[in-house]
């Protein structure tokens, strides 16, 4: 009999690796603590990587469909001038697939679907692990299993990294961090873009998503708010007009606000019988779009090793092995850029925006080319 793999998380990372693994002919059941696959009401972008590792497992029409296609990745001032553009289209062609901008609930409910609801054990919040030959789970509901398999996919705060693993350290970015949707109908020229324009200090991202839909982010340094509460149309008053129009077209009780953090990177992912993936292993901070992605590669690494004969069990040394390196580049210069996003010093502003303008080209293709290479 082939053991059950036990997945702790129905986030992206969770559903993904879950959805690989039954592809592979693994039986996988996930455990989930939240009472519905209900994501947060925010968009998503998933990049050129992982939606080659979504064509391969043959859901890259459904993501498109649902989405709304991004060819360019735009860095601008605060009136939206140009400082950095990043064009896809070369990356397109390569690979055969685009960077999706998607609501996040859609996407759950294509990965959900795609997996199958009887694989999905919701409202079940593991809160204990005890190892002796098996990994004896315990759940807030006082209900217990017994698994030889267990994947921790359970995010930033996992409880499999922090009950198996050595202490780790969550590093605060001192960004505050607003989402939203607004229904809008978004002038044509930016329907095939992300622009994140800077300003002093703070940052507005926005993206369309579907039809009517836009997607949008805004980031202060947290030094700046007293409060989550705060009004965004000040907050953002010097920004260009279509950036206020998009504001004003959210409603307030749509927005959701978090603060920036990040997992300091660990070394080790994976122990007998037991991996981690996703935000549990590398979360990153949110500057470079790459984190729901990575957990996407995560799964991809782990169904390749699998196309080479060994058991899932085998894996998971040489999938960290694997992962290591890039996932913690991301999360390096995610970090860096996060905080050159938010420099206040006009004179720093200045000197950036220059260099920024006038960086070759090819400094932007290296980057490019090592994101959205699969290992
Ligand atoms: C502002 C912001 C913008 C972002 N934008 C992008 C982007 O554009 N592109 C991109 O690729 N990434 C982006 N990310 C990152 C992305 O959201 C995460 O990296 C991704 O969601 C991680 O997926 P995951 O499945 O590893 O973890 P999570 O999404 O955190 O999922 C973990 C799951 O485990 C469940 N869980 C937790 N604890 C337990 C427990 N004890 N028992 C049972 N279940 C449990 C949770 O309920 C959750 O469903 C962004 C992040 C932020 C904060």
Redesign the pocket.
């Known amino acids: 009999m082939t053991e059950t793999v036990t997945i ?7 559903l993904t690796t879950a959805l690989t693994l039954k592809q592979k002919g693994l039986s996988v059941t996930i ?4 009472a519905e696959i209900k994501p947060v009401g ?1 968009g ?4 050129n990587n ?1 939606m080659q590792v979504f064509q391969k497992l043959g859901i890259q029409d459904k993501i498109e469909k649902a989405g709304n296609k991004i060819s360019y990745m735009k860095i601008t001032d605060t009136q939206l001038n140009n400082i950095s553009v990043v064009d896809l289209t070369e990356y397109e062609k390569k690979y055969g697939v685009h960077n999706i901008a998607i609501h996040r609930g859609e996407l759950q409910k294509i990965l959900a679907n795609e997996v199958g609801y009887d694989t999905i054990n919701l409202s ?4 204990k692990i005890e190892k002796t030959d098996l990994f004896k789970l315990t759940f807030e509901d006082n209900s217990t299993i017994e698994s030889k398999l267990l994947i921790g ?7 499999v990294r922090n009950q198996l693993f050595e202490e780790s350290t969550l590093r605060n970015a001192n960004q505050k ?1 607003w ?1 939203g949707i607004c229904e809008i109908d978004l002038p044509e020229k930016y329907h095939t873009e992300l622009n994140e324009a800077w300003g002093k200090g703070k940052r507005f991202g926005f993206v369309k998503i579907s039809d009517h839909k836009v997607y949008w ?1 805004a980031l202060t340094n947290s030094k700046n708010t007293k409060s989550d509460e705060v009004n965004l149309t000040e907050m953002f008053s010097e920004f260009h007009s279509d950036i206020l129009k998009i504001i004003s077209a959210t409603g307030k009780e749509q927005i959701i606000v ?1 603060d ?1 953090i990040d997992l300091k990177p660990i070394y080790k992912w994976q122990g007998e019988n037991v991996c981690l ?4 292993a590398h ?2 901070t ?1 500057n470079l ?7 996407i590669e995560d799964a991809y690494v782990l169904g390749k090793l699998l196309d080479t004969g060994i058991a899932i069990e085998n894996t998971f040394k040489e999938y960290e092995n694997l992962r290591r390196k890039k996932a913690h580049t991301i999360v390096n210069t995610s970090w860096t850029v996060g905080k050159m996003a938010h420099i206040e010093n006009s004179f720093g502003i200045f000197l950036r925006n220059m260099i920024m303008k006038n960086l070759p080209r090819s400094a932007n293709k290296k980057q490019m080319d090592m994101i959205f290479n699969l290992n």
């Open positions: 702790i998380g129905a986030g992206i990372g969770g455990f989930e603590s939240s925010a998503i972008i998933i990049a992982a079940k919040r593991l809160s996919a359970d995010g930033i705060k996992s409880i961090c989402r982010y978090s920036i993936i996703g935000d549990a979360a990153t949110p779009g790459q984190g729901a992605c990575q957990a």
